[in-house]
């Protein structure tokens, strides 16, 4: 079996980059999933859509994906769509200047971003407790979506244009002849071919690149989503994407009526496996018992004073579910997008954090773009796989590139 490229992960990464692959003139492309299609991250990801990002590449990156989200939804009837809920960020009288700066950073970018002093919040969101708050930032176009309704769209959209998906079917190398990509084995030792290979495997990224004899400075971090219900029926409208950066909190509406909130446990480490056998465990004692380990009650029980804090009006309800998944980080907490070193033929799009969906289909069109050696609708080179050893130590800080106070203390990111 011979194709014109092989796309490794069924995740938002791997489905935008093969889609982009077929639409792009490619007529034979393989997609190999382990499990199932958003069986990752990807299915695990709250869904936050927004563009209050700060490396000029990412904010690049997220317009594009937002274009193709947009495509997206056209040509898959709506059944994929972006709810613009809004972006909102909070912060402490200490980071106006900060915020300010951001607003003008943006609105440079072409964004639509407004700055609301504690009045201006007020007029706009009654509800909310805004007596700690210096300045809020507001993106109206933001907002949420179901991630794997991104996925199952994509898929449909790159099967109809004549793709190949296999799941179930693990890749267990690369397959070389000295430094030019032949193909990828699969865990029953058929070998299926094709001169280029994109890897967009998630946390599982570099155990792949270890069985083929390579490496990559990646570890994985668990993050937790804790739901809890808003009673005020009247003001589901009203609950924006938050980012409250004076309590140290991301809150997303993705379901109205419920707001999900992230945090990081600071569990983290290079063998995605172990933790998901953890998380495995974590879930069946969940269920079986209706309890959370202590660790994360302990953490919900924050998250929960958090927001009854914040949405003062709101009537926030207790904890009823919680879902954890892993995220992949690098040691700048920025994403790897581009060409393996040295090797011809492979190409890596891993190390997006908790900012993969909204991220992803604008990576996967970078790798498509470099695959298939067209222009490059985002330049890239700051996210090279080269600028970190492969075995460098390092531990993952997945405040990332927020500056604000409420984020630099522990325990309070995703
Ligand atoms: C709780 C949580 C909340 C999040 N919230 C947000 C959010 O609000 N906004 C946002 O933008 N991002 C969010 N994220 C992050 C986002 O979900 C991820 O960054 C993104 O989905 C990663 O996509 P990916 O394609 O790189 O990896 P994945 O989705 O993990 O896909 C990788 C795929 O590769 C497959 N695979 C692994 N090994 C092999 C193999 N050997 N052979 C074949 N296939 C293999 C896996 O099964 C998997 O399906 C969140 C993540 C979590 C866990």
């Known amino acids: ?199 967009a495997s998630g946390v599982w990224t570099r155990k792949i690149l270890e069985s083929s004899g390579l490496g990559l400075a990646l570890k994985h971090a668990v993050t937790h989503n804790t739901v809890v219900t808003v009673g005020r029926q009247d003001l589901w409208s009203q609950v924006p994407s938050l980012l409250d950066g004076v309590q140290g909190v991301i809150a997303i509406p993705r379901n109205p009526g419920t707001i999900m909130a992230s945090n990081t446990a600071g569990e983290y480490g290079s063998d995605p496996e172990t933790a998901e056998t953890v998380l495995k465990t974590a879930h069946v004692e969940i269920r079986k018992n209706g309890t959370f380990a202590d660790e994360t009650a302990l953490q919900q029980g924050q998250v929960l004073a958090q927001l009854r804090h914040r949405y003062r009006d709101y009537d926030i309800r207790s904890v009823v579910g919680h879902w954890a998944g892993l995220l992949d980080g690098t040691p700048d907490s920025n994403p790897y997008v581009g060409p393996y070193p040295g090797i011809d033929g492979l190409w890596v799009g891993c190390g997006l954090t908790g900012y993969g969906v909204q991220r992803g289909p604008g990576v996967g069109e970078t790798l498509a773009n470099f695959a298939m050696q067209q222009p490059l609708a985002v330049d890239v080179d700051t996210y090279s796989l080269d600028r970190f050893a492969p075995d460098l130590e390092f531990e993952i800080d997945m405040s990332g590139d927020n500056p604000f106070v409420g984020f630099q203390h522990e325990g309070a990111r995703a």
Not at 78 to 104: E, H, I, M, S, W
């Open 1 to 199: 079996m011979t194709f014109d490229a092989i796309v490794i992960g069924g995740g938002v990464v791997g489905l935008s980059t093969a889609w982009r692959l077929v639409e792009g003139g490619l007529k034979r492309v393989m997609l190999l999933e382990a499990n199932l299609l958003a069986s990752g991250g990807t299915g695990l990801g709250t869904g936050s859509v927004h563009t209050q990002r700060w490396q000029k590449t990412d904010t690049s990156l997220i317009g594009r994906s937002k274009r193709l989200m947009q495509e997206i939804t056209d040509r898959s009837g709506g059944v994929f769509r972006l709810y613009p809920v809004g972006r909102l960020t909070l912060v402490g009288k200490g980071d106006v200047g900060t915020v300010l700066a951001y607003g003008d950073y943006l609105r440079e970018a072409g964004l639509d971003a407004v700055e609301l002093p504690p009045d201006r919040l007020t007029d706009r969101f009654p509800g909310l407790n805004v007596s700690d708050v210096g300045i809020g930032l507001y993106t109206k176009d933001d907002g949420t979506v179901y991630p794997s309704a991104l996925i199952w769209a994509m898929a449909g959209l790159f099967r109809n244009a004549g793709g190949t998906i296999w799941e179930g079917c693990r890749a267990s190398r690369i397959v070389f002849d000295g430094h030019r990509t032949t193909g990828v084995e699969l865990a029953n030792g058929d070998v299926v071919e094709s001169a280029r290979v994109v890897l």
